[in-house]
Structures are given as structure tokens and as C-alpha cells.
């Protein structure tokens, strides 16, 4: 008579695994550092380019964060108003915009958003041109 032997199964529990996979992305996410950029400095780059017109409206923003339109100083909301009047008045008008190389890229970034909200979508950077002889 031939004895039988029980069969064992290997089970390899898999539900505890799925917690400690949880378990390694929590701590992951939790212990790894996020790189948060920082004012990112804008250097104008030198080009050649159209000259500027004297029907272009023009703004400029110092590294103060103080914004002219033509050469009468106004804050941010006030410039857009004024450019707002001009593009109405004149559709094509081109916005000029002259900033200052240390001059943080979120507040061009707020201008233009504002610009775009208006309705002015021609609008030029003025950059820095440097006398290259070919």
C-alpha cells in the first residue's frame, strides 16, 4: 500500500506586499526634497531687429518693479488701463516692451497675461543691439 503525501502549496502572501509598496512610495514622497525655482533672472539677448515707432505704445519696467508708460510712471494696473484705451482706439497698435535685465521673469509674466486679457496681441521685448560689422 502506497502511502500518500500531502501536496504543499507555496503561497507567497501578496496582499501584505501591496502595503509595503504603498508603504516605500509614502516614505519616498515624503523624504525626497522638490527643487523650487527661483527668480529666474532675464537677460535680454542681442539681436537685430525693427527700429521702434513713435505710434508703437511703449512700456518700460525698472528693476524696481515700477512701470512707465511712455515716461509717466504708474503701477501695473494703470499701465495695462492706459494701453487698454490705446488698443481700443487702434486695434494693431504694437506694445513695446522695455525691461530691465534684472528684472524677475513673473512680473513680465503678470504683464503679458494682463496684455493678453485686453486683447493686445501684437507685443514686441526690446532687446540689446550690438554694432557688428560683416
Known sequence: ????RRKIFANVPISSMADIAFLLLIFFMVTSVLKVDADLPLILPDAGGEEIKEKDLQISVDRNRQFYFGNIAMDLDATVAKVQEQVQLNPGARVVINAHDNLPVEVLDRLFEKLKR???????IVTKQENRQL
Open 1 to 4: 500500500m502506497a502511502i500518500r
Open 118 to 124: 485686453i486683447g493686445a496681441t501684437n507685443i514686441a
